[in-house]
């Protein structure tokens, strides 16, 4: 069982995750090796998780205007709201 690998190797002074050898009196639980592809791997998650949410702030409507306010724009622009979206969208805003 994961738990018991994880235990034995923990008393034995042994990375809980590769089983390498930690040296004596070693701080942390896994190796530098380890702990640095956990580091890599969480910075990555994390921007995943970054790139998810920037790419549903950009599939949301427009942010600060409502429906509403999009039309009241468009019709007094005399354009349509979709001309108007499209304008907003090509301005980059
Ligand atoms: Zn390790």
Excluded: F, W
Aim: proline share 2%; glycine share 10%; charged share 40%.
């Amino acid at each position: 069982m994961a738990t018991n690998y994880y235990q034995r190797y923990l008393a034995e002074g042994r990375c809980t995750k590769c089983g390498g050898y930690l040296p004596e009196g070693y701080r942390y639980k896994e190796c530098d090796c380890c702990r640095e592809h956990k580091k890599v791997l969480r910075k990555r998650k994390k921007a995943e998780a970054d790139a998810r949410k920037e790419a549903g702030k950009k599939a949301a409507k427009k942010p600060g205007y409502t429906l509403d306010e999009l039309s009241r724009m468009a019709r007094e622009r005399g354009i349509s709201y979709g001309q108007l979206v499209c304008e907003l969208d090509g301005s980059g805003s």
